[in-house]
């Protein structure tokens, strides 16, 4: 059995404005065009809500308790997610009048009760060198994508014309809609297509965008990745996705994919790199000369090293907020799988010193 308080998080017999606010911010949650949208959830705090925002729904539920819930209620009839979902949540046997812009102004879309469209995102790959990861690169890349039209600056008028009050809206901005459903009549309030929301519309529109104040074009983005960056990550631009007629773009997202090296091995800000070196060389110590990503640069092998032992090159790693990372070198001993009869010779009288 549902608890409808429960499930707004409010106290019993909770006042309708905490009610209203309590949805708001769990809607704005739990819808489903949300990163974080839970369909049957939204549904579940639609129906509490359905049911709190109504004087007289709310006054049989504190009354009859669960029983409203589960037989009717006196009358009031259980809830119907699909006549709610066709609504955009117009509830009332009697009629019932809400605008939308109120109910989903923090979804994302500014407040005020003024409903701020949002492009869509973009999301894109791009491959980088194993250098270009570790030590940043900038990248310009051709996009085709839906961008503010450069002939109307965005407005869908032709330069110099002049804007008149919209017929449809009545120059407000918004239209009303009547509907019928099994709850009763509602009526919902909705932005004007014709003019975005605005209540203006040119008389002459702009001939590249046909008014739209949006066209399809190509787009020179230019992508600075950052040093250090990992395979699989991905960079934000903000504001670089899909344009729309008066709102706020979409975001641009990158995902990096970066290609292995032949040689080097990464491992945070740590890069490695394994280094074969002659038995006697082991054994006695030699200098060697390694590639690192800044160059060669010479080491020292001690005498007597160990197989699989390291040897640090300082700062000459990933670099990050803290400054460089190590190049790490790790020894592999190479046996010589044939030996002349002057090393074996020689050899033996190393076993029989006991070495």
């Known amino acids: 059995m549902k608890d409808y308080y429960t499930i707004l998080g409010l106290e019993k017999g909770a006042p309708k404005d905490e009610v209203k606010k309590a949805f708001r911010k769990m809607a704005a949650k739990y819808h489903p065009d949300k990163k974080t949208g839970d369909e049957e959830k939204y549904k579940e705090i639609t129906e509490a809500y359905a049911v709190l925002s109504d004087d007289k729904k709310k006054a049989e539920y504190d009354t009859y308790g669960h029983a409203f819930s589960n037989s009717g209620g006196g009358g009031a009839g259980g809830f119907n997610w699909q006549d709610f979902q066709g609504a955009q949540g117009g509830f009332g046997g009697q009629g019932f009048e809400f605008d939308i812009n109120d109910i989903f102004q923090n979804f994302g879309f500014g407040g005020g009760g003024q409903q701020v469209q949002r492009g869509r995102d973009v999301s894109i790959d791009i491959n980088l060198k ?27 008028a032709k330069k110099g014309t002049e804007m008149s009050s919209c017929t449809t809206c009545g120059g407000n901005g918004k239209v009303r809609e009547t509907r019928q459903s099994i709850m009763g009549s509602f009526t919902t309030v ?11 519309v040119p008389k002459e529109r702009c001939g590249h965008c046909a008014g739209a104040g949006i066209a ?26 899909e344009a729309v007629s008066n709102g706020q773009p ?7 994919h970066v290609e292995a090296h032949k040689s080097i091995r990464r491992d945070g800000s740590t890069l490695t790199i394994a280094l074969p070196i002659k038995l006697t060389d082991a054994l006695l110590g030699a200098t060697y000369t390694v590639t690192t990503l800044d160059g060669n640069v010479d080491i020292k092998i001690p005498a007597g090293i160990a197989h699989g032992e390291l040897i640090r090159i300082k700062e000459k ?24 009869k002057q090393a074996t010779k020689l050899v033996e009288q190393l076993r029989e010193e006991g070495i």
């Open 216 to 241: 399809r074009t190509e787009e020179e983005i230019s992508i600075k990745v950052p040093a250090g960056i990992s395979n699989g990550e991905v960079i934000r631009m903000t504001g670089r996705g």
């Open 317 to 340: 790693g990933v670099p990050g907020d803290r400054g460089r990372g190590d190049f790490m070198v790790k020894i592999s001993i190479e046996t010589p799988k044939k030996l002349s």
């Open 130 to 156: 194993f250098e270009e990861a570790i030590f940043g690169v900038t990248r310009k890349l051709l996009i085709t994508k839906n961008n503010t039209c450069v002939h109307c600056d965005g407005t869908g």
């Open 250 to 256: 979409g975001d641009l997202y990158i995902k990096v």
């Open 190 to 200: 909705r932005e004007c297509h014709v003019c975005n929301g605005t209540g203006n």
